[in-house]
DNA sequence: GACGCCTATTGCGTAAAACGCTATATTTGC
DNA sequence: GCAAATATAGCGTTTTACGCAATAGGCGTC
């Protein structure tokens, strides 16, 4: 069934002659002749009733009328919709990112965006920035927040969004294995120390390249998914912890602890966004790409 | 516009895999390729985000896709229920009569038929029986009752229900001018009785033929359209009239008028139903025009 | 009552379009 | 890095659709 067909019986039915409904339509009576056998064959029923003569229509043919009419009218609507709906970016936008991401980086990050595309809807999953990447690489989230790693996969694109430092954080409330001299680091006094660590992700391989360097084997009192959680471990007195100062510093239980001043350092690490390369070509996801590329000059 | 690729898009939108798509389909992949192809050009707006390996709908692919599985519904819809009509007859049939036959055929003709086809409707016009074959010919109505003329016109069909005779009546008050022996009719004793006829019509036209037999001009007091006004002004006292004795059978005023059984009588006339014979191919009329036929062996 | 006009329909030759096969480019998983 | 997978463009063939001209039939008119 073609949508010529429709028009055509409207145009017939509106003006009841071949001749001039044929002009109408700009094409030939034989064509329309048959657009409406075409009609009435699929239909199976008789549409209009017609001879050399007369032209007319059966209650049917009434009734089809009404049809016709408003398929096209709802044709021509949808057409606009979407012009109007791709004029303006819609759909959803899926992001992941951890808890101290969704509070520090992501107003920044969408306030703007959100009054120039407000038919752009968000989808915020917060967790474990060490599932982050797979979490894209899978197509389960368009975008986001998480350490970079040192080797990008190739199908995913990143830009930096600020560095963090990740330090080693204590209880303030005292306690006897806490390490004496945090600043000249001895193998001996971390060896009995309760770690609590990421069980993944970049922070938890940073952690483990330093205790190795140190010669150390550190004793793992719990392995936590999320840094937030760490710093909640440790506020309560369970051992000290390896988290991004970032997360720290958006902490409620900023007080419970204290950053231990170690050396040598842990290192700096870029958090940044990443996304699908091949999703960059989505373009809610391109326009929310290249905002944040513009942000803050 | 094809309905077939609304159905290829739906097909597509649900396996995400021009293969297997285009197995549903019964198609070719390359097919399916370009209606899409081509559906997204008549909307100007990407339905489907492709490339070699990955197949996902876009926000207005998923409104699309409601809209299209809407109107295919639709679709389904209007042919169900243009066949179930098409099972059932309906529409509507308009009858012209006088208000006579409206009270004595009617009844009998439509009470089985209407409960046989209770899609159909009736519009009844009555009015004056000289211009039911009029209304019938231009189109007006479908059918009327009426008496049937010496040389009925070729485009119509006719079915005779009954046969009635015309009557003199006469006020039963009395009257000067009231024939004296209306059994053996003389000329002079009918030029001066002022007579109430139908201005035109089956009926004026035997009054006449009868009283140019005669050999007598009459006095003609009115010309009335309807026969049943003719019965009115007799019983009033304003003169004789000649009507169809079934219109005296039906009337409220029998009372008022008597009947004046003239030497020689008038004729009798057919009484039946008339149709367009190209409206005969319409089922409704068939259908109708069928019964009456059949009616009361 | 025969003739001529009007008009929907059909036959047929041509034009267009749609289809499927094949090759290609590109991506992904091992 | 290679092989499998897969959407798409090119191209030859088939199918379909179009319009012209002829046909058939109804209707008004002389």
Redesign the pocket.
Known sequence: MDF?LLKHFITLSDTL???RASELCH?????L?????QLENELATTLIE??????SLTPQGMHFQRYARDTLDQWETIKRTLADEAAQLTGDISIYCSVTASYSFLYELLSDFRLQHPGIEFKLHTGDPANAMNRVLSGDDDMAITPRPRTPPP?LAFKSLTRSSLVFIAPTSPAEWLPHTPESSTAQQWETVPMILSEAGLSREYADTWFRALGVTPRIYAQVAGHEAIVSMVGLGFGVGVVPKIVLDNSPLAESVKILHVKPELPYYDVGLCVLN?RLKRPRIQALWEAVSERRP
Chains 1, 2 share one sequence.
């Open positions: 010529r002659h071949f001749g094409t030939s009576p034989s064509t002749s048959r657009s409406l056998q017609r001879d050399n003569r007369h032209v199908a091949r």
